[in-house]
């Protein structure tokens, strides 16, 4: 099970890549990379935990790139966990979940942490870029 957003108004984020040069795919992917671990960070304080094996089946994956898009995942599951989509997606009215744990622990984490991920993104890049050069 994994979770996709897509980023919008990139043009800033473009510009930081301009300034970046021959550096720009590495600092991308950093920064993607850095998103992606921010995300899961949230989504782990919410997957429910009875045992711990559905929280301890969560990863980040990427960045990887196919064409022109560059895209990191966040699953759960897998052999070890292969409950963790009907986890997701019961509803409270039919699962207890202890506080702060909840349903949809992977869908709703990742799309409120990706409103200003374009912003956040530019920021890193542009960090990224002052770091190379030494500026402050």
């Not at 970046?20 to 950093?30: E, S, T, V, W």
């Not at 949230?42 to 022109?68: C, M």
């Not at 949809?104 to 990224?128: F, I, W």
């Amino acid at each position: 099970m994994a979770s996709r957003v897509r980023v919008k108004n990139l043009a800033p984020l473009q510009k930081a890549f301009v300034l970046a040069g021959a550096d720009a795919p590495l600092f991308a992917a950093r920064a993607l990379r850095e998103e992606a671990d921010e995300a899961f960070a949230l989504t782990q304080t919410v997957v429910p935990v009875r045992t711990g094996v559905l929280r301890a089946s969560g990863e980040v994956h990427g960045p990887r790139t196919r064409g022109s898009k560059a895209f990191a995942e966040i699953t759960y599951g897998g052999p070890a966990a292969p409950y963790a989509i009907y986890v997701h997606e019961i509803p409270p009215s039919r699962a207890k979940h202890d506080y702060p744990t909840r349903w949809k622990y992977l869908e709703n984490p990742v799309r409120e942490y990706a409103k200003g991920m374009g912003e956040r993104m530019t920021r890193r890049v542009l960090d990224m870029i002052a770091r190379k050069f030494e500026i402050s």
